[in-house]
């Protein structure tokens, strides 16, 4: 070894030892306790040993660089535990917490420091001598016990690798550059071989610079992507992680291929990515999104959490809660449905009782000394007994057509629309078509909400009614006169936007019969020219499907 390449050595160790040590306070930003803990003994051990490889070099006398080799020793040996203790903590296992695995560990590395300690008497760990050729340095000759604690730490440490490369090959992270930086921990072993036959080497352990490198890589250049695998490590669903500004930090795989837009909006403001803005400041929200021909819920939980020195942020996580989530809209719309059904009910036959029972009274009254205008209150009696017995089919149709749609097919739009118009029997509304697509429907609920739509166009005197279909929207646009006093909130209930008593159930069973499609009906309040209903969640298909249906 010469002058050059011990001077090297010395600059290189004493500057990793002051990498380990300055890179704790670092590492002490880490919020789990498990991964902070063992980042920080396998800094403070790989720090010493490097400081010991530095006095060894240094340092005078043969009695003292073997002192100073020997110390190192016994850190270097720490580091190995310290290692297995971090990759349990950060890939989320918990060995590190089993006490089987805890006195085994340490009554390992109490033997093993026991015969490094007292190599100076047998020497079975290795022999050392002072050599001056050029340089004053001491020439170790490893014995048996050398190479059988050696092989322990490399089989020790490829197991704490795994269990980082696994977790790296799990997350949904993109971890080419953390995977690369742990590897660092392994390239000293080929230094370690190389060292006996370049001369140019030195014959001394080079592992603290493969731990520096991983712990300045992955505390200073890449923490982002090192502390996120580890936020997720125990989290199968999508994640997105925002900064203290709500911009968009990082996310994984699964969330880029559930949320439109959001691979692009990597450090765009997350209100630039609207379905994921809506769930920011709630407890619990609950996100739809369209995924392979299917919509999907996921409720959105958000947490905080430290990146250390790149600041604070939240964590949102969507769970995928499809399952659930149908099953409460569900039970919510059969409600609803209940609801409406008890209101038609009481409203609609109520009325028409009422109207039967003064007008036969006044039958009664009349039948003798005014036979005319009996007959007329028997007549109107009769009329609306007809009427209660529509009002009862009504009733009827709602509560059967309104049951969840369980099977669909795709529905031509054009001919469905004909259908209802020609069945409504209208004259003078003219029936405008801006859509040949199909979309999936239960044909005769379709056909019926259509039918009950045009009912209510023939009623607020409409001479058109355009529908289309684009974008999972059915937009229906009539140009009558628009009911006094309607809201969006109440547009489609009983006792609201009813011109005519033979219109009364058109809208509440048109909104049933879109809801059984797991459809929204939708008043769009701002339409000036009459009334506009926009039919959302609804699914197009080609026209070539239809025909592969049929």
Known sequence: MTALSSLVYIVAFAFTSLACFASILRAREIEDRDTRIGMIGLLAGSGAWAGSHTAVLLVPGFQLKNVAYLIGLVFGFSTVWAWLYFASAYTGRTYHRDPTFRRAGIATYLAVVAVKLTNPIHHAYYEATLVDDGFTHLVIQQGVFHWTVTGLSYALASIGLFMLFEQFAESDHDTRIVAALASLTAVPVVLDIAAYSIPELVNIIHAPFGVAAFALGTLFLYQEQFLAVHFSADVDDAVVFLDADDRIRDFNDAAARIVPGLADARG???????????????????????????????????????????????MLVLTDVSRIERQRRELKRHNDQLEDLAVGIRHELRNTLQIVAGNVEAAQQYVERDPETASRALSTAATTSQRMREIVDDLSMLAEYSQSVEETHPVRLREAAKAARQRADLDGLELRLESDDALEADERRFE??????????????????????????????ADGDRPTGTSAETFFEFEESVPTAEAGMALPSFRALARAHGWEPVFDADYDDGVRIVVEGVVTCPQTAVAAGN
């Open 448 to 477: 019926e909400l259509l039918h009950r739509a045009f009912v209510f166009a023939d009623a607020i005197d409409s001479s058109s009614v355009t529908v289309s279909l684009a974008d999972g929207e059915l937009v229906l646009e």
């Open 268 to 314: 765009e403001p997350v209100e630039h990515v609207e379905p994921l803005a809506d769930a920011l400041g709630t407890e619990r929200t609950v996100l739809d999104f369209r995924i392979d021909a299917e919509t999907r819920h996921f409720l959105v939980t958000e947490s905080d959490f430290s990146l250390g020195q790149t600041g604070d942020g939240r």
